[in-house]
């Protein structure tokens, strides 16, 4: 079973940063996509970004798009969100989620059933 761990979650001032990052806990991540996703209160959980690891090629929001940026790093085993200019609506729950397998239809980094694994999720606040 792997177990997702996030961290870098915080409180900023709108137009700040934060980088969040994701690990699988005591192996390397066995997974195909990585992606994260958002949950604010009243609302349902959306993805943000996503990336596959073979390869590299990257998918978001498009609300985020020009201000997140995901990647990964083998050698640390680790996934990172780099958040910048940072809005009012970002503030949400921040999830990392795995899917050890990958598909190709339209819409599959954004359903989140597709995914495997899933972290306890570290908070984000962005403030004016």
């Known amino acids: 079973q792997v177990r997702l761990v996030e961290s870098g979650g915080g409180l900023v001032q709108a137009g700040g940063s934060l980088r969040l990052s994701c690990t699988a806990s005591g192996r390397p991540f066995n997974s195909r996509v990585v992606a994260w996703f958002r949950e604010a209160p009243g609302k349902e959980r959306e993805f943000v970004a996503g990336?596959?690891?073979?390869?590299?090629?990257?998918y978001y929001k498009d609300s985020v798009k020009g201000r997140f940026t995901i990647s990964r790093d083998n050698v640390r085993n680790t996934v990172s969100l780099q958040m910048n200019n940072l809005r009012r609506d970002d503030t949400a729950v921040y999830y990392c989620?795995?899917?050890?397998?990958?598909?190709?239809?339209?819409?599959?980094?954004?359903?989140?059933?597709?995914?495997?694994?899933w972290g306890q999720g570290t908070q984000v606040t962005v403030s004016s």
């Open positions: 989620a795995a899917d050890k397998d990958e598909r190709y239809y339209a819409g599959y980094f954004n359903n989140r059933y597709e995914y495997d694994y």
């Open positions: 990336i596959r690891w073979s390869g590299g090629a990257t």
